[in-house]
């Protein structure tokens, strides 16, 4: 597997090797996001060999009509050719399974997000900086967007996504499904789902954006033994400073308790294994026990304008050993590729893994995680979608694979029968709050 710097990345890589805690650049450097880079940071130019086209800022959705064919078929015969634009779990995944194929169509830059984004990027890139305990910890100086569009070293830009735009809230009907790999699949849950993004309040500034960047309130109704259960979850800009917070409501104990455990390593006890609490979103919560370095950047075959996919009825996307890879879109696209070793003193049942962000909305597109054996253990990819009318490009559901055990979840699905995704404004913040899950829990 071949990794590479760009010519443009050398002046970052310097700063990041001199100093893990990154000051905000200068305005001559700004200027490149109205120029040589896009207002999120991604390169505005198309690839030399024109297969990634150069971005335009278009709202414009990937083949609406669907009539677009592959330019590009990888399987279990020929995925070796294209090794170094597939991932190391892909490629587990094409030696396993004889029948495990990627259709690679044309590329399409549809990631973009409203001007006031833009304007808030084009600020916090000479104002964010990495919190007083250090950038493992959190950022400061930053609201509104994006907060290191021109990132000097790994752990940047994994704050970039965790930081990335979503729209200021939603509302969602989402269902997690296992697939055990003995041929069975399963509903393991279908929740509601209520969450904010007070980073993305419109008017705030670095002064007054809060302490919290995600919160969000989450009700189960499905499979019906675990009907009822609720949990309400806080994300914090600085971790050092802030705790993570979070309630939960379990019917048999008619009462909400705190949650600390809701985090990190903790096994998700929706994904029967599969997944741990940060693995949503292929990579969530706080970086603190990463020492994240930047491996380079990469022109990659990549999961991307799943629209149809998103829409789709799960039961249509599930394959008993893996998704059915005649529903997934695959682009070609550069990502950023970042690695996590565990920091001093640290622990976690993953002590390596690996992003891979795409550079326009930097979102993960992949993920990887290896055992304390160092076996390559679990596989993620997101299946990046366009949501016009925010606008934005999201996650989308997201596949993770235990490449060691077998078997593989699909998280995060709006597909289904009662399935939906909104977007929209900010809701009452005592929606947020233990007495409101203790009210709508027992409604």
């Known amino acids: 597997m071949v990794l590479f710097f760009k010519k443009e990345l050398l002046p ?5 090797c001199a100093s893990p805690v990154h000051a905000a650049v200068g305005d001559a450097d700004a200027a490149a996001l109205r120029g040589r880079l896009t207002p999120v940071g991604a390169e505005r130019a198309g690839n030399a060999a024109a297969t990634i086209p150069a971005w335009t800022g278009a709202v414009t959705p990937a083949d609406p009509a669907g009539t677009e064919t592959p330019v590009l078929v990888i399987d279990h015969a ?5 090794i170094d634009r597939l991932p190391e779990g892909a490629a587990a995944l094409f030696a396993r399974f004889a029948d495990y194929r990627m259709r690679v169509f044309p590329t399409h830059r549809t990631a973009v997000a409203p001007a006031w984004v833009y304007e808030n990027i084009r600020r916090n890139a000479t104002r964010a900086h990495a919190a007083p305990e250090g950038i493992r910890y959190g950022v400061a100086g930053a609201a509104g967007g994006i907060p290191f569009p021109i990132p000097a070293n790994g752990t940047e830009i994994v704050w970039n996504h965790l930081l990335a735009f ?29 969450t904010d993004f007070p980073y993305y309040d419109p008017h705030a500034t670095p002064d007054d954006v809060g302490a919290y960047y995600f919160k ?5 109704d499905a499979p019906a033994g675990r009907a009822g259960q609720a949990y309400i979850a806080w994300q914090p800009l600085d971790i050092a400073r802030d705790r993570y917070i979070a309630w939960r409501y379990l019917p048999g104990e008619h009462r909400v308790r705190k949650a600390p455990s809701l985090s990190y390593d903790t096994p998700d006890p929706d994904a029967s294994g599969y997944e741990s609490l940060d693995d949503y979103y292929l990579f969530f919560g706080g970086p603190d026990r990463y020492d994240f370095k930047l491996l380079g950047k990469r022109e990659m075959y990549v999961p991307y304008n799943n629209d149809r996919l998103n829409r ?31 920091a001093p003193g640290q622990h976690h049942v993953a002590p390596r893994r690996r992003l891979y962000i795409d550079e326009d909305s930097w979102l993960a597109v992949y993920t990887e995680a290896w055992d304390e054996d160092g076996k390559l253990w679990k596989f993620g990819q997101g299946t990046m979608t366009l949501l016009p009318d925010i606008p934005a490009v999201i ?10 055990q077998g078997g593989y979840c699909y998280d995060f699905s709006f597909g289904g029968a009662n399935g939906y995704y909104r977007a929209g404004a900010l809701h009452k913040a005592d929606m947020f709050e233990a007495n409101a899950l203790a009210a709508r829990a027992l409604k």
């Open 395 to 404: 996650i989308g559901g997201q596949f993770v694979y235990d490449l060691l």
């Open 312 to 342: 789709a009825p799960p039961r249509e996307i599930l394959g008993s050993q893996h998704a059915n890879q005649e529903r997934v879109r695959y682009e070609l696209h550069r990502v950023w590729v970042v690695e996590g070793t565990l």
């Open 12 to 16: 970052a890589l310097i700063i990041s």
């Open 78 to 82: 020929n995925y070796r050719q294209y």
């Open 216 to 220: 969000t309130r989450r009700l189960q």
């Open 166 to 194: 979503w729209g200021a809230a939603r509302e969602a009907h989402l269902e997690t499904y296992v697939a055990s790999g003995d041929g069975s699949i399963q509903l393991s849950a279908a929740y509601h789902e209520i």
